[in-house]
């Protein structure tokens, strides 16, 4: 008899054969710019920990006091026996950073993304995404049965065509962009986005994954940063510069209320968990407060943009933490991290088929030392 299963070998042998293949590499120690990363110690330039905020012990706190006032879990969905009160606290504190009426959390930003997307559209209804968009997204219109098309990355004259062409076909039309693209580093043009979206009445979703605690004077994010005050769906993790983990959507009430009701991926499933959600807060209150912590990233981002560009490493445009160098074709950009590695710095090649061209991705973060950083660009000019 064959077996149904057989597939999965040859599947993965193509993955092999095309250098698609993908493991993983355990980190130990606390979450910081120094980790142990298989054994070996090296500087981090790899995770999202933009602030330095998750290795910081009074999100340990806040966290050990949530999970001892109400237990690990929270043991049902919201609408169940899942809701505590640090969940509203967290939604009132994300709402009243970001200025908008109302939040929600989600037990992830995948989540977010793919509830809130499936909640707004259906089979009658237009999606326009950039081509660039992360996989949430993609996923959540795919989900949701509406029809989607891609526009070229960032090229407001793609989507002006596409609306133009395309919009009065459909009942609803939802634009969704990243803010800041998390393989690129660079931002979305909003103003121009909002501008299209109010000409040919579409909503907007932008996802704010790697722009909130980065971008902005309070480091609400990217429409702090442009300064836009208009009807928006802002999505975000916390598992990046708020160092814990989770998803929200922010929005108006309205908005809120319809998500609390038809979101699948927030009814049908767990709320999230007291401590993580204890840690968001506290991580919320510091990267409002700590203006230090913004001051120094963007000190070290821009250390490490010239620095790169001076020894000869392309660097794609970026507005962010966010910052990959073109070092060549995929199996050059493997060894260039490899060799990193060896001199203990931890920076990832990205590849195809996540992105059209390999890369090496170095995320900074706030709390990397000005030598850290010196010491990455001397090895880099050496691997060079
Ligand atoms: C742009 C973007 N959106 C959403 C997510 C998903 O967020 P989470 O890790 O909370 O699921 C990520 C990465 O993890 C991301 O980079």
Known sequence: ?????????????????????????????????????????????????????????????????????????????????????????????????????????????????????QALVGPKDLVLSDEYNHSSLRSGAELSGATQHFFAHNDMEALANLLEKERNRYRRCLVCVDSIFSMDGDLAPLPEIMKLAEQYECMVVVDEAHGTGVLGASGAGSLEHFNLKVPIIEIGTLSKALGSLGGYVCGNSTLI???????????????????DAAAALEGVRLAQSELGRRSQLWENIAQLSEGLQHIGIAVFPSDSAILCGQVGNIAATCAFSEKLFEQGFYAPAIRPPTVPTSRIRFSVMATHTQEMISKLLLACQQIC
């Open 257 to 275: 209320d319809y998500l609390r009701n038809r979101a699948r991926t927030w009814i049908y499933t767990t709320g999230l968990s007291p401590g």
């Open 1 to 117: 008899m064959a077996d149904p299963y057989e597939w999965l070998a040859d599947d993965l042998k193509t993955l092999h054969r095309a250098g698609w293949y993908r493991s993983t590499r355990v980190s130990d120690g606390l979450a910081g710019p120094t980790m142990i990363v298989e054994g070996k110690a090296v500087v981090q330039f790899a995770s999202n920990n933009y602030l330095g905020l998750c290795g910081d012990p009074r999100l340990g706190s806040a966290a050990q006091n949530a999970i001892a006032r109400w237990g690990t879990g929270a043991t049902g969905s919201r609408l169940l026996s899942g809701e505590r009160p640090v969940h509203r606290d967290l939604e009132k504190a994300l709402a009243g950073w970001k200025g908008t009426e109302d939040c929600l959390l989600f037990s992830s930003g995948y989540l977010a993304n793919l509830g809130t997307i």
